[in-house]
T-cell receptor, first 113, second 116 residues
């Protein structure tokens, strides 16, 4: 059974640009959550999608957005990139919202220069 | 919202010793407490979890205890081995209802080093 797949693994972007990250959950998993991981702040919740609907949102500015497709794959977008957006972006999937047990993907390492 | 405090931030032990990592949470409605292990350059992996209706859970050398009254939970690793070296994260899941408000709030992590 394939795990959670995130693409790309690494990205280098310039300030002001935008970026789109992709996450394919484990087959059959319908909930996808996104987290930002930085050395100083640890793992911070961005948002959760279930059945193509955003079910919960963390405390991030509106530059961070996401969506989920009918096949449960999810994308997150960051517009007008800032240096502070440099981080490891992790997505995690679970069978359903509220279901115990996330499985994380390997993440996308975003560097903003 | 939920706030999770984790201590210590770094922990160094000798191989064979025990390691204990402690977390406290603020929201009494939180009902699920997983622990993740993240090795350098790898994804966080669930190693053990506990639900609020259970006080203790064991899996071989790993155990987690939960004190709902005091709102704290701990990870215990016995007979540590060098391959246990990693960053460990605790988390608490807010209760929520109707399918909303389910999110994990993580502690800042503990870097465990097991010296051979």
């Amino acid at each position: 059974k394939a795990g959670v797949t995130q693409t790309p693994r690494y990205l280098i972007k310039t300030r002001g640009q935008q970026v789109t990250l992709s996450c394919s959950p484990i087959s059959g998993h319908r909930s996808v959550s996104w987290y930002q991981q930085t050395p100083g702040q640890g793992l911070q919740f961005l948002f959760e999608y279930f059945s193509e609907t955003q079910r919960n949102k963390g405390n991030f500015p509106g530059r961070f957005s996401g969506r989920q497709f009918s096949n449960s794959r999810s994308e997150m977008n960051v517009s007008t990139l800032e240096l502070g957006d440099s981080a490891l972006y992790l997505c995690a999937s679970s069978l359903g919202t509220g279901v115990y047990g996330y499985t994380f993907g390997s993440g996308t390492r975003l560097t903003v220069v | 919202g939920e706030n999770v405090e984790q201590h210590p931030s770094t922990l160094s032990v000798q191989e064979g010793d025990s390691a204990v990592i402690k977390c406290t949470y603020s929201d009494s409605a939180s009902n699920y407490f997983p622990w993740y292990k993240q090795e350098l350059g790898k994804r966080p992996q669930l190693i053990i979890d506990i639900r609020s209706n259970v006080g203790e859970k064991k899996d071989q050398r790993i155990a987690v205890t939960l004190n709902k009254t005091a709102k704290h939970f701990s990870l215990h690793i016995t007979e540590t081995q060098p391959e246990d070296s990693a960053v460990y994260f605790c988390a608490a899941r807010e209760g929520g209802s109707g399918g909303s408000n389910y999110k994990l709030t993580f502690g800042k992590g503990t870097l465990l080093t097991v010296n051979p």
